[in-house]
Nanobody, 120 residues
Framework: VQLQASGGGLAQTGGSLRLSCLASGGVSIKNGVGWFRQAPEKEREFVAAISWSDGATRYADVVKGRFTISRDKVKNMVYLQMSNLGMEDAAVYYC??????????????WGKGTLVTVSS
């Protein structure tokens, strides 16, 4: 699976951004896709994940109620709608496959990240 994340950019605090992740390649997603983020000098952390089959979702506590993950199986796309952004959300965001679990080690495929910057 090849993954390509896009949609990052500059947002103001309280603003919104939508990230997209395109899955392609000869290997199909079986389990799910997750979003992770990594801020400077911090470890990569789980943000959200979605089951490819039934769309069940999982979120990190720090983004619950503000971020929404969704997928379009026809387009092989996964989205992360981010609202009410805070300075703490600034990071490089990565999409990854093929799991639904909130752990970096469970994902075999990673896209290049997309940078989210939040300004006050």
């Amino acid at each position: 699976v090849q993954l390509q994340a896009s949609g990052g950019g500059l947002a103001q605090t309280g603003g919104s951004l939508r990230l997209s992740c395109l899955a392609s390649g000869g290997v199909s997603i079986k389990n799910g896709v997750g979003w992770f983020r990594q801020a400077p000098e911090k470890e990569r952390e789980f943000v959200a994940a979605i089951s490819w089959s039934d769309g069940a979702t999982r979120y990190a506590d720090v983004v619950k109620g503000r971020f929404t993950i969704s997928r379009d199986k026809v387009k092989n796309m996964v989205y992360l709608q981010m609202s009410n952004l805070g300075m703490e959300d600034a990071a490089v965001y990565y999409c990854a496959a093929d799991s639904q679990l909130p752990a970096v080690i469970m994902y075999d495929y990673w896209g290049k990240g997309t940078l989210v910057t939040v300004s006050s």
